[in-house]
């Protein structure tokens, strides 16, 4: 069974940095792709970032320039990091994976709260 628990979450003025942190319980490494997604408090999601198991990145346009995704494979740990935050980032941020021959991310985080105030 693969767990991942995300932190590293919390309160910051616009224009400030986090950085998320997602440790999973398993061997990274196997699964094809893991990412980002942000639920809004409207509820709407999206892929923020996802980083490919040969290290092919991509994102969503509006967090390019702000957001890095990484990986370190030795820790089992994928990270985000997020500079130039906005008000319009705060949302509940989970980390996802996708395991080997999948197409959809089917292992999720517990989701970790971000909030930028004005």
């Known amino acids: 069974q693969v767990h991942l628990v995300e932190s590293g979450g919390g309160l910051v003025q616009a224009g400030g940095s986090l950085r998320l942190s997602c440790a999973a319980s398993?061997?990274?490494?196997?699964?094809?792709?893991m990412g980002w997604y942000r639920q809004f408090p409207g509820g709407r999601r999206e892929l923020v970032a996802l980083i490919t198991s040969n290290g092919v990145t991509n994102y969503v346009d509006s967090v390019k320039g702000r957001f890095t995704i990484s990986r370190d494979n030795d820790k089992n740990t994928v990270y985000l990091q997020m500079g130039s935050l906005k008000p319009e980032d705060t949302a509940v941020y989970y980390c996802?994976?996708?395991?080997?021959?999948?197409?959809?991310?089917?292992?999720w985080g517990q989701g970790t709260q971000v909030t930028v105030s004005s």
């Open positions: 996802a994976a996708r395991g080997e021959h999948r197409y959809d991310f089917n292992y």
């Open positions: 398993g061997d990274i490494f196997s699964f094809n792709a």
